[in-house]
């Protein structure tokens, strides 16, 4: 479906997709879009998977890509009503004094 937008309607925006798929918690989509498409904003991608509650895929976004817009994540979370990922960012991330942002 992502290829078919691409090659009939000219999507060109890969970052902005690579958020929504993580919204939607397409890890697929998402590799798909980075290995392919060159997607690379991966604070914007986190701010996504927070909004949708994908705890596993924000992981990933954080170790395996470099993600550290925890603060923003956070609020994206909470936006979405999801009281354990803000609660996970908040002691892992933000008030984690041993990590360094």
């Not at 470099?66 to 956070?74: C, E, W």
């Amino acid at each position: 479906m992502a290829q078919w937008l691409i090659d009939t309607k000219g999507a060109t925006d890969f970052d902005w997709a690579l958020s929504g798929a993580c919204f939607g918690g397409h890890k697929e989509l998402v590799q798909w879009l980075i290995d392919t498409k060159g997607a690379t904003n991966f604070d914007w991608a986190l701010r996504g998977a927070c909004w949708g509650g994908h705890k596993e895929l924000a992981q990933w976004l954080i170790d395996a890509k470099g993600a550290t817009d925890f603060y923003r994540a956070l609020h994206d979370a909470r936006l979405g009503g999801h009281k354990e990922l803000v609660q996970w960012l908040r002691e892992t991330y933000i008030c984690n004094k041993k990590r360094k942002l």
